[in-house]
């Protein structure tokens, strides 16, 4: 469910104020930078994760896309932190987002429109849902390609490129599936719709590297990282398609889809069918840092309490 406030050009409004005029260039063209973020309950409070990782790479999008932020790097996390504390959450998905706004239409937007800037926090559990973190999920090679390097800014979270992701999400869910999976222009493996894909074949841990137009995701580092401390070998390679059938495990990365295990592709079962033993141990590694039960090695968790006093 939504929370209640949200910061919007540097200050707090209601949910039902925060409105976007009809003339606004997003709304026309795509012209949007945001981020997705967590924060997890832990014994000392909430805390969000990868705080920092998030907001460059928000910035660094917002550089791709021309677009001025009127706000420094520590005055978006500050405000991150306020957002998540003044709506009273332990724990919450953090959107924000930066857009041009009303102004005359066109496709050159950047003398002609407001500058936007906002965050919103709400309530979400698992994106593909509540049983797919232990059971899996049945997934389709989705027959619309992942567009071409050259034709789009793949490591930013530009609100137009999601319409690419729209379109595989859409037919693998109207195939009766949880999840559509992209192949890039060469018809290699890229990413789901929304997540980054690791795949597994005797123990060795496969996932595809930024020529085939993925994003470079923040979960995915961090898996990456988990899976070097847990002493697992990663090849960053183009991926067959049919490596995806011979697959032992699967698994995708993404903030809204942790670390979700894929059970099937195109009605071929993965391994038992069921999560995977690697995928396992890297979830519940995962989730006992977010969680807070085991330390925080990697300094990835901003603790809300901490940095809300740190402010004041």
């Known amino acids: 469910m939504p929370a209640e406030w949200i910061w919007r050009n540097g200050e707090f409004v209601r949910w039902e104020d925060a409105t976007v005029h009809i003339s606004a260039h997003a709304l026309h063209y795509g012209s949007s930078v945001f981020e997705g973020i967590r ?22 999008g917002a550089k791709v896309m021309r677009i001025d932020v009127p706000y420094t790097e520590d005055e978006i996390n500050a405000a991150i932190v306020e957002t998540i504390a003044r709506n009273g959450h332990d724990a919450c998905y953090i959107r924000p987002i930066i857009f041009r706004g009303e102004g005359a239409l066109g496709l050159e937007g950047r003398n002609r429109t407001k500058v936007d800037t906002a965050i919103f926090t709400m309530e979400w559990g698992a994106y593909l849902g509540s049983e797919a973190l232990e059971k899996g999920v049945d997934v389709q090679v989705s027959s619309w390609r992942r567009m071409a390097p050259d034709t789009h800014a793949a490591m930013v979270k530009a609100g137009g490129n999601y319409v690419n992701s729209q379109f595989i999400s859409m037919e693998a869910h109207d195939n009766g599936f949880s999840e559509g999976i992209a192949l890039d222009i060469n018809g290699y493996v890229s990413e789901g719709a929304g997540e980054n894909i690791f795949v597994i074949i005797d123990d060795v841990i496969y996932t595809p590297g930024s020529w085939s137009s993925i994003l470079l995701g923040i979960t995915r580092d961090s898996v990456l990282k988990l899976l070097i401390d847990l002493g697992y070998k990663v090849e960053f390679q183009p991926i067959a398609r049919e490596m995806l059938y011979m697959a032992d495990e699967i698994f995708f990365t993404g903030t809204a889809a942790e670390v979700t295990p894929v059970r099937s592709v195109d009605r071929i079962v993965i391994g038992p069918g069921e999560r995977g033993p690697i995928t396992k141990q890297v979830q519940e590694e995962f989730f006992a840092i977010t969680s807070g039960t085991k330390p925080d090695r990697h300094g990835w968790l901003t603790h809300v309490k901490q940095a809300v006093r740190s402010e004041s």
């Open 39 to 60: 924060a997890y309950s832990t014994p000392d409070g909430p805390a969000v994760f990868r705080l920092q990782a998030h907001t460059k790479r928000f910035l660094n």
